[in-house]
Structure formats: C-alpha cells, structure tokens
Nanobody, 128 residues
Framework: QVQLVESGGGLVQAGGSLRLSCAAS????????MGWFRQAPGKEREFVAA????????YYADSVKGRFTISKDNAKNTVYLRMNSLKPEDTAVYYC?????????????????????WGQGTQVTVSS
C-alpha cells in the first residue's frame, strides 16, 4: 500500500512559478512510476507528466512541455513538479499518482494507464 500526500499548491499570477511536492510512504518508492495529473472545474482529469522509478525517464503532455519539470528523489520518497511560466489555463487540482511496483526501474507506462495509488490533490490557481 502506498500513500501519497501532495503539497505546494496555491495562488500565483500568470507567468509565475510553483513547485508541487508529493511525499510517498512505503519502502519501494524507487520501483514506482510516478505521475502528475490535473483536473479543472467541469473538465476530465488529464495527464501532465510522468517519471520512471529510477527518475531517468520522463514524459510530458504537450500543453506543459518546456514549462513543467518532473523530478524524483528516491532517498526522500518524494516526487516534484516544477511549474514555470504558469498560465490561467493551468488552474486545476493537481494529483500525484503511483503505478507499480515494477522490477525494471526504467519502465514507463501509457498516459492513460490506471495508476494504482492517488493522492488527495492540491489546488493550483493562476490569476490573469
């Protein structure tokens, strides 16, 4: 069982930056693919970014590529999402998710994979 707790959300002006954190419980964090998703009011949840267990492979949605960076610190059981050049359309509840465990630390999963574990979400609001 993996428990995920997000933090770091808040209110920021357009063009600003935020860093989200997701702290995970459990001894095998390095074997999990970690993902960030978001859901805006009235919209379906969408994929934002993912990172392999080792942290060596990443993948981004086109809408955030070049602005957001996902990273992973396996020693701290934490995954981060650095968000730069924020836009009002980035406003959403951001969720951290974990899928695995996998024996291959370079394993990645499809963006529509039903991740196994989810956090409670953190609100990000970008004002224009």
């Amino acid at each position: 069982q993996v428990q995920l707790v997000e933090s770091g959300g808040g209110l920021v002006q357009a063009g600003g930056s935020l860093r989200l954190s997701c702290a995970a419980s459990g001894p095998t964090f390095s074997r999990y693919v970690m993902g960030w998703f978001r859901q805006a009011p009235g919209k379906e949840r969408e994929f934002v970014a993912a990172i392999s267990g080792s942290g060596g492979r990443t993948y981004y949605a086109d809408s955030v590529k070049g602005r957001f960076t996902i990273s992973k610190d396996n020693a701290k059981n934490t995954v981060y999402l650095r968000m730069n050049s924020l836009k009002p359309e980035d406003t959403a509840v951001y969720y951290c998710a974990a899928d695995g465990p996998y024996a291959d630390p370079t394993r990645m999963v499809q963006t529509d994979t039903p991740y196994d574990y989810w956090g409670q979400g953190t609100q990000v609001t970008v004002s224009s």
